[in-house]
């Protein structure tokens, strides 16, 4: 039985993924280092023409004829080399044969080091049979490539669109009336996109690459990833009269290779408001350096996605990215947890044991909610940023680390310096470079953009056709101020995209509680009630202000204080004009 737990954790991600690609009919399996099958889904099954209990432990070089397993994930010396994807025949139970491309990606455990390969199988025999028998004036078959799951579009000598079919409307989020007639440059990076040059190169009667990874944009400018096939289109005499494309949405890939690389960028965090790109100029600028930053913001909005996305960006990125959520863990563990301890430094303390600093060696140290660090760990904290070593517990030698520091926090580390609960110099250290992250209420111009982003992940992941909003499901969304910020905005959708059945989301399929919500204007900030609103409830409302207070306006410790629960509490707050 494998008992390293790195493994275990690497196993149990890949085996659920398998289980999402399943869910899609993609086929998927894994090798590890020594080239071993180590899983196989069953759409990739069904395609080989293969059986789990039979392959399963073999060299995988000895079990597949004619597609490689290792050639794009290729191991030298602990180090993944990986080139292109690859387009394939292969032959099913039925002896039928289907073109399939193959993808390969490196596999990481939690240490950051490669631990196998992911190799993902697509079949697209069927759409290539169907373009393959399209004729330019063919109105038929244009219906059923209207009625297909991959986005396709044509165009004419010049480049312009002249059909757009559904699943490309959805994919990126056109309406077909907005792009007939116009470049396709519109839905791409402008006239030099590698994608626009392609179509270029097929209505020249060129042949291109069959399946090419690029960038769609959607109406707002935020970049889709793509799987395209381009070839050129001709008319009865064999005269090319335009081109056609057809096109895959690669956001769940794309959302697996950030699984298993953890690797963001700066297109992971959407945002088009001035509040938004004011930070990411300032990411941009700091990303690249060994600066410690604080990041604050409220709950849910995405403090712990910017750490990702600024490690990733920086010179650290092939090191570790250590997380540890410091109100998470208990105060009489935090310790161990961060500094690891020695050998007999108490009861059950058999061997030495590393702690997160340690993990982050050479990398990237995250201490979310810092705000909440005990006050004796903090003198500890100080040292290491001062001195970049520390004590492990119980041990008379200190350690030396090489780690980069971010921290996060959803409360104002100033108010807490001024009330003794957090040391003033370490505030200081923490603080060189400060980002705040402004809550949704704050930026209200972003909803359309996150909203359509979220929907089509959530979909993507899930294997749901995505469905459009009604209007009055759309101006409900609009006019939320979304307490829980991205995080609840994000749930929201999920819960009406399960519920929903059909390809329009209406207000029954919004949450109950979201749903019965008054529905008013975004405000900013908190404000005097109006006269004459009191009606009788002044003390509860003083209660309410007063516990907010004590608490720093976090709603979650106000809740509990009040002993009710956080939606009450939201009720409560707008009712009583107190945000």
């Known amino acids: 039985m494998n008992t390293d737990p790195y493994k275990r954790f690497c196993s149990v991600l890949c085996d659920q993924w398998l289980e999402v690609l399943d869910e899609l009919n993609i086929g998927a399996f894994t090798v590890n280092l020594d080239r071993k099958l180590t899983a196989i889904n069953f759409s990739a099954q069904a395609l080989m023409a293969l059986r789990e209990k039979e392959v399963v432990g073999r060299d995988c070089r000895e079990i597949f004829t004619g597609v490689p397993c290792v050639a794009s994930c290729v191991i030298k010396n602990g180090e993944p080399s990986t080139s292109g994807d690859q387009d394939l025949e292969v032959r099913d139970e039925a002896d039928e044969i289907h073109l399939i491309t193959r993808f390969a990606t490196p596999i990481y455990d939690r240490r950051r080091e490669v631990s196998g390969c992911l190799t993902i199988l697509q079949d697209h025999s069927p759409i290539t049979d169907l373009i393959n028998r399209l004729k330019h004036e ?31 409307e959805k994919i990126s989020g056109y309406d077909r009336s907005e792009v007939l007639g116009k470049s396709c440059a519109a839905v791409f990076e402008g006239e030099d996109a590698d994608d626009v040059c392609m179509i270029k190169e097929t209505i020249n009667g060129v042949k291109v690459g069959n399946r090419h990874r690029g960038n769609m944009r959607d109406r707002d400018g935020v970049p889709i990833p793509i799987m395209a096939s381009y070839q050129s289109l001709k008319n009865e005499k064999g005269n090319i009269v335009g081109g056609l494309a057809t096109f895959q949405d690669l956001t769940l890939v794309r959302q697996l290779e950030q699984a298993l690389r953890n690797q963001y960028t700066y297109h992971d965090m959407i945002g088009k408001s001035p509040a938004m790109q004011k930070i990411f100029d300032r990411v941009t600028v700091v990303a690249d350096t060994d600066t410690t930053i604080l990041i604050e913001g409220p709950t849910g909005t995405g403090k712990d996605l910017l750490a990702k996305v600024i490690h990733s960006a920086s010179s650290r990125a092939a090191q570790p990215l250590v997380k540890i959520n410091c109100a998470a863990i208990p105060e009489n563990l935090l310790e161990s947890e961060l500094f690891g301890y020695a050998k007999g430094a108490f009861t059950g303390a058999v061997r030495d044991k590393p702690g997160r600093f340690h993990e982050a060696d050479g990398g990237t140290i995250f201490l979310d909610e810092i705000g909440d660090m005990p006050l004796i760990l903090q003198a500890k904290l100080l040292r290491v940023i001062e001195d970049r070593e520390f004590y492990p517990l119980g041990s008379l030698k200190t350690r030396k680390v090489d780690v980069r520091i971010l921290s996060a926090t959803n409360r104002r580390l100033e108010s807490l310096v001024a009330d003794g609960a957090f040391r003033e110099d370490l505030f200081y250290r923490l603080n060189v470079f400060r980002i705040n992250l402004p809550s949704l209420a704050e930026r209200p111009s972003d909803l359309p953009l996150l909203i359509r982003h979220t929907l089509r992940r959530l979909c993507s992941a899930g294997g749901y056709p995505m469905p459009s909003l009604s209007q009055t499901a759309l101006k409900l969304l609009l006019n939320s101020n979304y307490p829980g910020n991205i995080r609840e905005l994000e749930n929201i959708l999920e819960h009406a995209v399960i519920v929903c059945r059909g390809e329009k989301i209406l207000p029954e399929h919004l949450p109950d509680y979201f749903r019965e919500t008054e529905v008013e204007p975004i405000r900013h900030g908190p404000r005097e009630p109006h006269r004459g609103e009191s009606d009788g409830h002044d003390g509860e409302r003083n209660r309410i202000a007063d516990q907010l207070e004590i608490h720093q306006w976090h709603r979650g410790k106000t809740a509990r204080a009040l002993g009710i629960d956080r939606t009450t509490l939201w009720r409560k707050m707008k009712r009583y004009h107190l945000i």
């Open 138 to 168: 063919e109105q038929n078959l244009k219906n059923i490539l209207d009625s297909l799951d991959s986005g396709i579009f044509t165009v004419n000598r010049g480049g312009l669109f002249t059909f757009f079919n559904t699943a490309a």
